[in-house]
């Protein structure tokens, strides 16, 4: 690693699985979020997507309780094409507190309660972050070795024999892993292992960071307004909050992009932009030969779903399953690229819908979106939903049925119907069943903390 060309410096949310992360590496949450200036997060809030005005939330965990063989969603269908479901958000605890930026962490004790289910993840500053990682690695015994490689030897079989640094040293192994970043020094400059484009999916290929001052309240959210040619994020820390706008350079320019971030802020600017291109997709072969390629040498799928650093550590956890030994056996290089493809393509899909599922037409951006052409794995689930409102995790895919639910409802896909096994139960029984939900989340909610409180007493971080 080299400290001259540093980290690229963002990648401030993040989704619940950090915490099993966390939990494997055994960090001790306060004493990490005091470290990283973090604060809590219970979804995402979508403005302006569905159509300009509109807004939604992704709240991680679950939605009401399954009835019955159903989740809960198929009896709200029911209720609402009869025009008596309140808003969906209602029947989330994440959501309904985040509306209201409260927060608290879920009581195990409080198993029949929404209060046991509630689900988080984290905003931190990102370069304080991997700081921290790194000083855990060496505290446990990581030897990390400062320098800026400047060749790469080759063995005639065409695998990596080594790596030579500035100042004449040559590192040589038997294995490699290449976390260069969009630099893809290993994996791609020299193994040539190629590169699969998704930008007519996932067409944004900049992206300007920019912190600003911390405006209150600490919404426990991260916000992605949708703008006219990206989107924008907000992320609220302990010190500063994060913003960055994501954009496609072939419906908008550099200058525009700009002037559109700087003039969205809602405190004063603190830094200059952080600019940085790329381009959505990912490597043939996360592991060629005797390398494998880890976060954005791997790859990167824009940050719309606080994706990136997750993958990075499923990526780690994957390759300790399929370690080799000595030798090279291709079936758990195979595996490995298997499993990497599957994981990598349903959180494609997943940010597609995002761009495909919206009413705006107002600018060519939107209206490119609007049209693409789907994967057939995303047109597939696409199609499942808008029959009977039906949705099926596969396999070991991230996103939860949940999520899935809350953006096609939050973007306006309303299926033709719901499961037929919802008249079973009659109108009444089910309005009762969603009342009830809806109730006792609301009292749940009131009891809960402002998030700020709970930020302040659980991981205050020292002023920078
Ligand atoms: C705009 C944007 C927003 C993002 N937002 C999120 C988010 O909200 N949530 C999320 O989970 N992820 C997000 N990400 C992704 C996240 O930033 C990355 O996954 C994460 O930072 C890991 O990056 P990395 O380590 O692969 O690359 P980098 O941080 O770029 O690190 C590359 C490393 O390689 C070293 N290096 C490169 N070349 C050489 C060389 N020649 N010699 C020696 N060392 C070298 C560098 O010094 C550096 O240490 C975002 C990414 C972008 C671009």
């Not at 509109?54 to 679950?62: A, D, S």
Request: aromatic share 10%; with cysteine.
């Amino acid at each position: 690693m080299s400290e001259a060309i540093g980290t690229v410096g963002v990648g401030e949310a993040t989704i619940p699985a950090i915490k099993k992360f966390n939990e494997l590496l055994e960090l001790d949450e306060a004493e990490f979020m005091q470290r990283t200036q973090a604060t809590f997060k219970l979804g995402i809030e979508f403005v302006d997507w569905t159509r300009k005005g509109h807004t939604y939330i992704h709240g991680f965990g679950v939605i009401g309780q399954d009835w019955e063989w159903l989740r809960c969603h198929h009896y709200w269908l029911q209720a609402h094409q009869r025009g008596r479901a309140r808003d969906f958000a209602d029947y989330s605890i994440n959501t309904a507190a985040a509306l209201q930026n409260k927060f608290m962490q879920p009581r195990a004790d409080m198993a029949d309660s929404p209060i046991g289910h509630i689900a988080y993840a984290f905003h931190f500053d990102a370069s304080l972050y991997a700081r921290y990682l790194r000083a855990f690695a060496e505290q446990h015994g990581v030897r990390r070795t400062e320098g800026r490689i400047v060749d790469v030897g080759m063995h005639d079989n065409g695998d990596i024999a080594s790596v030579s640094l500035e100042d004449g040293r040559k590192i040589k192994a038997d294995f490699f892993i290449d976390c260069s970043g969009f630099r893809a020094l290993l994996i791609e400059q020299n193994l040539k292992t190629g590169y699969e484009d998704w930008t007519h999916w996932l067409p944004c290929d900049r992206a300007m960071a920019v912190p600003c001052a911390r405006t209150d309240p600490l919404i426990p959210l991260t916000r992605s307004t949708a703008r006219d040619a990206g989107w924008q994020w907000r992320i609220g820390l302990q010190h500063r909050t994060g913003n960055g706008h994501v954009y496609s350079s072939k419906f908008t320019d550099d200058d525009a992009a700009e002037k559109l971030l700087l003039s969205n802020l809602d405190g004063e600017q603190l830094a200059d932009p952080n600019k940085l291109r790329f381009r959505t997709g990912k490597r043939r072969k996360m592991w060629n030969r005797n390398c494998v390629a880890i976060g954005l040498a791997a790859g990167f799928l824009e940050p719309l779903e606080s994706t990136s650093l997750h993958l990075v550590q499923s990526a780690a956890i994957r390759l300790v399953r399929l370690f080799p030994d000595g030798e090279l056996d291709q079936a758990n290089i195979d595996e490995y690229n298997r499993q990497s493809d599957f994981e990598w393509e349903r959180i494609r899909d997943f940010i597609i819908l995002h761009y495909w599922a919206t009413e705006r037409e107002d600018t060519e951006f939107w209206r490119y979106c609007r049209s693409m052409e789907l994967p057939a794995t995303l047109q597939r689930k696409i199609d499942l939903w808008r029959s009977n409102g039906r949705i099926f995790r596969e396999d070991e895919e991230l996103f939860s049925e949940e999520s899935w639910i809350q953006v096609f409802i939050g973007q306006g896909i309303i299926p033709r119907s719901h499961d037929p096994l919802v008249g079973i139960k009659s109108d009444a029984q089910i309005e009762q069943f969603l009342g009830n939900i809806a109730s006792t989340i609301d009292r749940c909610v009131q009891v809960m903390p402002p998030h700020a409180d709970f930020v302040r007493k659980f991981c205050p971080a020292e002023p920078l």
